[in-house]
């Protein structure tokens, strides 16, 4: 009998322990993921349906701090028929993020159930929200980048050579703002809709099986390159067995004929859709050297790995 009161004691405190720690639990907030943006909340236009598949969305993921204010757009690829999203959209943001830069994953739409013009309007308008709301994030409205990868990257592309400056008179304060990236980010990317040079399913997905040879042309973006084009650096593998390194051969060409500022880094071998290529000793090395073109602009605040 003389031992329980101890008991009691320590079955109090146990319990007393045990509470306290289940409310702070509750009160101290817990990691939760990105709330996606609906980037038309009455409907996209142009929508078929009203599945998941029919509206567009832009996922902010930002830093803890942003020295330099600037924020890049994410496209991921997927040959304009699904979307790469972890590999191409969540983890670049996670290392943008670890790196101060705000990052905004685009989940865009795609065929065969879209095809141009839709996708670039998503981009276009991921771009505008962005600028739009950017006092909201602390970001400098002139630093806003855009980063794509193979099907993401035509697209990112597309949105560099086809902005406008916006609808003063649009009844949607988000129209008003231009569509015009402050930078392009280009990972292995399709550019061009030429045969022997494009990704045949990134063509057919874009514009159908039966594409408009304006259209194609006009989708090239290699041909629609001008001085107003912004800054560009440019990453691809030699033996690229899926988009011809030539894309990327071809758009550097044309803006170094355009006078816009552009860096290209060629690697030998490499797969197609490596994303950030943390496995390969020799590809991991060109976020790196993404890492030191962004510090050179002031869009990145370290060179440092």
């Not at 392009?184 to 809709?193: D, G, R, T």
């Not at 259209?215 to 001085?227: D, K």
């Not at 803006?255 to 490596?274: N, Y």
Request: glycine share 8%; with cysteine; proline share 10%.
């Amino acid at each position: 009998m003389s031992t329980l009161p101890h008991r009691i004691l320590r079955g109090s405190l146990a319990c007393l322990f045990a509470c306290s720690t289940l409310l702070a639990a509750q009160s101290t907030p817990s990691p939760t993921a990105p709330e996606p943006i609906l980037l038309w909340p009455n409907g996209a236009p142009g929508a078929v349906g009203d599945t998941a598949l029919d509206k567009p969305i832009l996922t902010p993921y930002l830093p803890a701090q942003n020295p330099t204010h600037a924020a890049i757009v994410v496209c991921p690829g997927g040959g304009y028929a699904m979307l790469a999203i972890d590999k191409e959209g969540t983890e670049v943001a996670h290392w943008l993020n670890a790196r101060g830069v705000a990052a905004f994953v685009l989940t865009y739409r795609y065929g065969p159930r879209y095809h141009h013009p839709i996708p670039l309007l998503d981009a276009q308008r991921a771009i505008r929200y962005v600028r739009t709301h950017a006092g909201e994030d602390s970001i400098d409205p002139n630093r806003i980048g855009i980063m794509g990868f193979s099907a993401g990257g035509h697209l990112a592309s597309t949105i560099g050579t086809h902005f406008d400056s916006g609808n003063p008179d649009a009844t949607d304060p988000v129209d008003h703002a231009s569509s015009r990236p402050d930078f392009m980010v280009l990972a292995y990317p399709v550019i061009s809709m030429e045969p022997g040079i494009t990704h045949t399913g990134s063509l057919h997905n874009l514009l159908g099986e039966q594409p408009n040879p304006i259209l194609e042309n006009e989708l090239s973006n290699e041909t629609q390159v001008t001085p107003q084009t912004p800054p560009t650096f440019l990453f691809s593998t030699t033996n690229d067995q899926t988009v011809p390194v030539m894309n990327s051969v071809l758009f550097y060409e044309a803006l170094l004929r355009a006078g816009v500022p552009a860096e290209l880094h060629i690697f030998e071998q490499g797969h197609h859709g490596s994303g950030l290529a943390q496995d390969n000793p020799q590809l991991r090395m060109w976020p790196i050297l993404l890492q030191n073109w962004l510090h050179l602009h002031g869009w990145m605040a370290s060179a440092t790995e």
